[in-house]
């Protein structure tokens, strides 16, 4: 049997905590289904973080790396109308092919919320700063226009809310604006 380092380890409980995170939310999701999934100890899972704030938060910000990389890659050498297909089309199959993902980050915002309302504003600055570097990798390819980048992040979350709620491909919702295919599997 092969040993993971304690770095591979920690990669393991990121994925594992995206996974049971987009399924149970911060506050559904306990360090047990975690650790179990991983295949480890609670014991060790508070080795590689210091509690279950910290990987969710360790899995909130990989969202945001994962999903500012695709737009990067996908606007790469783009610019204006070009950009805008490149990174919806891009965001559209993510959304359809790894459902987690868009799932982790609807339970980001509502962890935020739930969050500030009893005065902890940990969860809001991680992820207000993560949608800042969202909306940056966004903004330069469609030209630094504060418009079209607010159309696009707002297209964004109406996908996101679209999905999240189940509605099927062929529902009336989605007139003119195209589902993300495998939209009906995606909740």
């Given at each position: 049997?092969?040993?993971?380092?304690?770095?591979?380890?920690?990669?393991?409980?990121?994925?594992?905590?995206?996974?049971?995170?987009?399924?149970?939310?911060?506050?559904?999701?306990?360090t047990?289904?975690?650790?179990?999934?991983?295949?480890?100890?609670?014991?060790?899972?508070?080795?590689?973080?210091?509690?279950?704030?910290?990987?969710?938060?360790?899995?909130?910000?990989?969202?945001v790396?994962?999903?500012t990389?695709?737009?990067?890659?996908?606007?790469?050498?783009?610019?204006?109308?070009?950009?805008l297909h490149a990174m919806?089309?891009?965001?559209?199959?993510?959304?359809?092919?790894?459902?987690e993902?868009l799932m982790?980050?609807?339970?980001?915002?509502?962890?935020?919320?739930?969050a500030?309302?009893?005065?902890?504003?940990?969860?809001?600055?991680v992820?207000?700063?993560?949608?800042?570097?969202?909306?940056?990798?966004?903004?330069?390819?469609?030209?630094?226009?504060?418009?079209?980048?607010?159309?696009?992040?707002?297209?964004?979350?109406?996908?996101?809310?679209l999905?999240?709620?189940?509605?099927?491909?062929e529902?009336?919702v989605?007139?003119?604006?195209?589902?993300?295919?495998?939209?009906?599997?995606?909740?």
């Amino acid at each position: 049997m092969v040993r993971m380092s304690a770095e591979e380890r920690r990669e393991s409980v990121i994925r594992a905590a995206t996974t049971e995170f987009a399924r149970g939310g911060y506050y559904g999701t306990s360090t047990e289904a975690i650790a179990k999934r991983v295949g480890v100890s609670q014991p060790y899972l508070f080795r590689l973080f210091p509690g279950k704030k910290a990987i969710f938060l360790a899995a909130a910000e990989r969202c945001v790396e994962d999903t500012t990389r695709m737009f990067e890659e996908a606007s790469e050498g783009l610019e204006g109308e070009e950009a805008l297909h490149a990174m919806g089309d891009a965001y559209r199959k993510v959304v359809s092919e790894q459902p987690e993902r868009l799932m982790m980050q609807m339970q980001m915002y509502l962890a935020v919320a739930a969050a500030e309302q009893e005065g902890d504003h940990e969860f809001g600055e991680v992820v207000r700063a993560g949608w800042m570097r969202l909306w940056d990798t966004v903004h330069i390819p469609l030209g630094a226009d504060v418009d079209g980048t607010t159309s696009f992040m707002a297209y964004g979350m109406l996908i996101n809310c679209l999905v999240a709620m189940g509605f099927p491909p062929e529902h009336r919702v989605w007139a003119g604006m195209g589902p993300p295919e495998g939209a009906e599997g995606s909740s």
